[in-house]
């Protein structure tokens, strides 16, 4: 949902998909490892023809499945490097170990998952049925991951670039949750600008904690999630929940479209808050006042913002590719003010704008 | 001015292709543009269809229910999509292997037989070309220099000598299309 005006010298047209691979690939990732699955192949197949090893020198591995995805990620981000994989919703399920792995070793990495229809091995269609596993864990302990949900081909170059940052400067594992819509989906992108690989050197200096080889003049650096004493594993845990607090109060990131004066207000994320926004254009054209409010970050969630808007609409609907699951942080975050309504399509189906349009009506005459 | 279009036939008709290079039309008259294909199993052999959106504003939704032109090139894609075409809209046919044919009063229907002229001539690879003449003849949505213009961005240096041939191509399907009145 990009209206900044571009150059039309570096405008290029491509999927979402491909974005994700040239934004890699241009801010410096180390290490790619992945293995294919619709609808997010064209991930891997454009890091493969762009061959970034002859020039960047990155490394794109196709593993031998999901699991050794996650894991050679790991032991790429315990050294420091920029570590990605990608997959699509049954792929993640098998990473979700590796994940909370990475959570309790404080690990940097950047995991996208272009979802499709659930749950088994569902459909290749769009879905957004991810959402609890990737914002309330979907694997084990307490752990919680960045989550990006871009809603453009633009957001889905930015987002890899910033998924990195994130990583980085949290020490947590980073989710891109797209779904088959936005992968597939040809836009205008503006790529970001190359940024070089940082040599072992500078990412000595930047990951003191990296286990790069030990020089004589300190300890060594050890990396695992084991720790057999309670009070150190409970230390653990505390400083991870103090760095999503600190998450929570500094990267929530939202937008905005005819809410100033809103009565009703849509909440929706990546390709339902597209559809959405064209509902909401619909219900203007007709006089209704109504609004979106799109989470960009999923976790943390905008909940003062929603809970900002409970004071002045008289009520709100949320549209998810699924059976419900971001409702709930929503009506939480409403805490009963005003009702909060839900409209879904599952296993594939993408929302018309017109079945929004029709939704909305009905909270109205509620 | 915002165009919202579906194309829609058989797998191997050049569909996508076709979405393709008017979306990348587009781009090169600066307009906001979306491509969404069907990429499920329906392509594999089946229908295949690709939505695409010209606009000058931002475009919100890249999936719609309704659309300002619909191309059809098989008898299934006209059953699923001519009462999605909005009122005073377009509808664009190949009426080949046709055994029903559109019966809305309140849209502009084309009737352009690109199969029937790319067979007898040998012209099968441009095909989609034809159509693509057909619609600039009754929707100049994007100018022909502007498709030359996408089609040198996105066909590899090798291609770049077929481009006379599909701006042929272009020409020939803008004398083929005809109004059905």
Redesign the interface.
Known sequence: MNNKKKDTEEVRLMKGNEAIAHAAIRCGCDGYFGYPITPQSEIMETLMELEPWNTTGMVVLQAESETASINMVYGGAGCGKKSMTSSSSPGVSLMQEGISYLAGAELPAVIVNVMRGGPGLGTIQPSQADYFQTVKGGGHGDYKMITLAPASVQEMADHTVMAFDLAFKYLTPVMILADGVIGQMMEKVVLPPFQPRLTEEEIKIKCPWATLGKPANRKPNYIYSLQLEAEEMEDLNLRLQSRYRTIEKNEVLFEEFDCEDAEYLIVAFGTSARVCQKAVEMARAQGIKAGLLRPITLFPFPTEQISHYANQTKGMLTVEMSAGQMVEDVRLAVNGRVPVEFYGRMGGIVPSPDDVFEALKKLIVK | MKEEIIIAGFGGQGVLSMG?IL??SG?MQ?Q??????S???EQRGGTANVTVILSDE?????????YDTAIVLNQPSLEKFESKVKPGGTLIFDGNGFKKFPTRTDINIYRIDATEYAMANNESKTMNMIILGGLLKVRPIVQVANVLKGLKK?LPDRHHHLIPMNEKAIQIGMALIKKVE
């Open positions: 393709k979306a990348y781009l600066g906001e543009v979306s491509w969404i294909p990429y499920g199993p931002r475009i919100s939704s890249p999936v719609l229910s309704t996105s």
